[in-house]
Nanobody
């Protein structure tokens, strides 16, 4: 069983920044592939970024150059630094433990980009 708890969401003006955090339970976090996803109202959940155990990253085209995913295995945490935020980034952001093995989701954290 893996528990994921996101934090760091909030209201930010366009062009601003936020840093999301995801705290994970479990003693083998370092071997998990982790991801951030988001779901805007009326839209399907979409991939934002993933990070492998070795730190290789992958990003959705819509966030490349603006968002950065990182991890700290000593703290069992994964982060999403979001810069140059746009209104279209408004969504609930979810942390996910990716396959292999069973997938787990956090409860999500709301990010609202508005003036």
């Amino acid at each position: 069983q893996v528990q994921l708890v996101e934090s760091g969401g909030g209201l930010v003006q366009p062009g601003g920044s936020l840093r999301l955090s995801c705290a994970a339970s479990g003693s083998i976090f370092s071997i998990y592939v982790m991801g951030w996803y988001r779901q805007a109202p009326g839209k399907q959940r979409e991939l934002v970024a993933t990070i492998t155990t070795r730190g290789s990253t992958n990003y959705a085209d819509s966030v490349k150059g603006r968002f950065t995913i990182s991890r700290d295995n000593a703290k069992n945490a994964v982060y999403l630094q979001m810069n140059s935020l746009k209104p279209e980034d408004t969504a609930v952001y979810y942390c996910k433990k990716e396959p292999p093995g069973r997938s787990y989701w956090g409860q999500g954290t709301q990010v609202t980009v508005s003036s």
